[in-house]
């Protein structure tokens, strides 16, 4: 079958990928609807790039199956799959233009030169380029190079978009500006998007939902909102945001440090009250940062609106560190 077009999504059956007794992705089902922006997040060696290579056509599967709309895909090549891809090193072709690099596959796809002028200018609409057709990479910006990328990977209307850390070359504030694009560009095409990235704050802001990988496996599916307010695991609740875990008869318990409220010693309202004495104050403009060292729980974070920070809790201070019931997860390990 090369039918990669269909109503339904992309699904993965046991998906598996071993050199040897090593595991790289193990047993990975997962099912990704039509349209939907999907994030494979986690750290280094987690198998989120391996799945994504796996995906694309560019690395052999061990076991498991790949189907897109019904039709198994595994045994497709890379180009017969029809997807999109875009790199971390965006991958322009230096001698050319900005639009013999956006229009190079439709040209290698025979198109006509009067199809890829409209494509090519419609693709620069969407990334905002208009008037940079004539421009060569060298000429441009980091990340007006790699809206070029992604304009090249749209151009022919792939079924799936597949972003290997597209933003990681990007400064801080660039990085959170193409955010933003990114997000707006896949409500407009409404192509499926699959993106790899180690960074939590890419994948809340842009994801439909986010696949957090641990050692080749899904250690938890779910919308940014339900990962964050809602962990499973440990792992999950460190690696999605900040947490406090804490352990009481015996089970396990994540309390997000903005779930902590911070009284001078005494003062404290809450279901949960316990003393403790501030180690460490930490300013980050919107926020401040407390580590508190407590008798029950060891040092615990808490973070506050910093308007909302009295001058007297400093570093030393005596405080009551307060929460609701509601406060902390359980965790199943």
């Known amino acids: 079958m090369n039918d990669t077009n269909g109503s339904e ?17 193990k047993n990975v089902d997962l099912n990704i609807s039509n349209g939907e922006f999907l994030t494979l997040l986690g750290p280094s060696g987690s198998g989120k790039t391996t799945l994504l290579m796996m995906l694309a056509g560019f690395q052999e599967i061990t076991s498991g199956d790949i189907s ?4 198994s895909i595994v045994n497709l090549s890379a180009e017969k799959r029809n997807f999109g891809m875009v790199f971390q090193g965006y991958a322009l072709f230096p001698h050319m233009t900005v639009r013999e690099n956006i229009g190079y596959s439709l040209s290698v796809r025979k198109r006509s030169k009067a199809e890829i002028d409209t494509r090519v200018d419609q693709m620069l609409d969407l990334v905002q ?24 990977a749209l ?18 504030k660039l990085r959170i500006e193409v955010q933003s694009q990114l997000k707006e560009i896949h409500k407009v095409v409404g192509t499926t998007f699959i993106y790899v990235t180690h960074d939590q704050d890419e994948a809340m802001s842009m994801s439909d939902r986010v696949v957090i990988m641990r050692e080749g496996q899904i250690e938890q599916i779910g919308s940014p909102e339900e990962l964050y307010q809602f962990p499973k695991t ?7 945001g900040k947490s406090n875990f804490i352990n009481k008869d015996n ?75 509601t406060a902390p997860i359980q965790l199943t390990d």
Request: net charge neutral.
């Open 9 to 25: 999504g992309l699904v993965l059956t046991k998906l598996t990928k071993n050199f040897g007794s090593f595991y790289a992705v």
């Open 68 to 71: 897109l709309g019904g039709h």
């Open 129 to 152: 380029l208009q008037g940079f057709g004539n421009r060569f990479p060298r000429e441009l910006s980091g990340g007006q190079q790699q809206r070029v990328a992604l304009a090249r």
């Open 155 to 172: 151009i022919f209307a792939p079924p799936i978009l597949l972003l290997d850390e597209p933003l990681g070359a990007l400064d801080k």
């Open 234 to 240: 440990k792992f999950s609740a460190g690696f999605l």
């Open 251 to 325: 089970k396990s318990f994540a309390i997000r440090p903005e779930k902590i409220d911070l009284f001078p010693a005494g003062t404290g309202k809450g279901d949960t009250i316990i003393s403790g004495n501030v180690k460490r104050k930490t300013y980050f403009g919107s926020l401040l940062n407390y580590e508190v060292q407590t008798s029950d729980y060891g040092v615990l974070e808490v973070d506050v609106d910093a308007w909302r920070s009295g001058a007297q809790l400093q570093e030393g201070a005596e405080v009551d560190l307060c929460w609701l019931n």
